[in-house]
T-cell receptor
Framework: GAVVSQHPSWVICKSGTSVKIECRSL??????MFWYRQFPKQSLMLMAT?????????EQGVEKDKFLINHASLTLSTLTVTSAHPEDSSFYIC?????????????FGPGTRLTVT | LAKTTQPISMDSYEGQEVNITCSHN???????ITWYQQFPSQGPRFIIQ???TKVTNEVASLFIPADRKSSTLSLPRVSLSDTAVYYC????????????FGKGTTLSVSS
């Protein structure tokens, strides 16, 4: 199946700093990518839909000025957590759908563990 | 997207068959049913997808009754490595439509 990668796999940053997470589709082009956040022992929560060449669509309750999403190419979307705080510590996962595959098969990255101290 | 209901947890032993049922009473005509598996600190992994009747692959089988208001994921002869969270999702599969996850079922396999 198609492969989605994320970088870094884990990151520790100090409160008040910004962190950028990259999501890449390695063997297919994705006009749309999705960003999720997952807290311990909880399910994945959709944060935003990232569209290549246009603004991202954020879910209700997600601060767009805090979680900056850029989808500059068909294979790369980035999520920047600005002015991070300890409550932003979470597991961030991106995903994309390969248009050449099944109607509903969505491929997920391995996730990025963010710890804000 | 249709809301799904699954058992919160299930326990099994190695070598047994495990069946996880998901209810999706409001499934739409264009919706597919898809199951994902997630291990701790990893992204979800696609297991199987179906629209109606039965689908089988090398990992699992998916049973969907005629009314499509529920589905059952069947894992044959589970092993310890099948311990994970299993998510049932329904949706129309459009490229720009995100998957909305429910709580999932935590399967624990013991020896």
């Amino acid at each position: 199946g198609a492969v989605v990668s994320q970088h870094p796999s884990w990151v520790i940053c100090k409160s008040g700093t910004s962190v950028k997470i990259e999501c890449r589709s390695l063997d297919f082009q994705a006009t749309t990518m999705f960003w999720y956040r997952q807290f311990p022992k909880q399910s994945l929560m959709l944060m935003a839909t990232s569209n290549e060449g246009s603004k991202a669509t954020y879910e209700q309750g997600v601060e767009k000025d805090k979680f900056l999403i850029n989808h500059a190419s068909l294979t790369l979307s980035t999520l920047t957590v600005t002015s991070a705080h300890p409550e932003d510590s979470s597991f961030y996962i991106c995903s994309a759908r390969d248009p050449g595959q099944g109607a509903y098969e969505q491929y997920f990255g391995p996730g990025t563990r963010l710890t804000v101290t | 997207l249709a809301k799904t209901t699954q058992p919160i947890s299930m326990d099994s032993y190695e070598g047994q068959e495990v069946n996880i049922t998901c209810s999706h009473n409001n499934i739409a005509t264009n919706d597919y049913i898809t199951w994902y598996q997630q291990f701790p600190s990893q992204g979800p992994r696609f297991i199987i997808q179906g629209y109606k009747t039965k689908v089988t692959n090398e990992v699992a089988s998916l049973f969907i009754p005629a009314d499509r208001k529920s589905s059952t994921l069947s894992l044959p002869r589970v092993s310890l490595s099948d311990t994970a969270v299993y998510y049932c999702l329904v949706g129309d599969g459009q490229a720009g439509t995100a998957l909305i996850f429910g709580k999932g079922t935590t399967l624990s396999v013991s020896s």
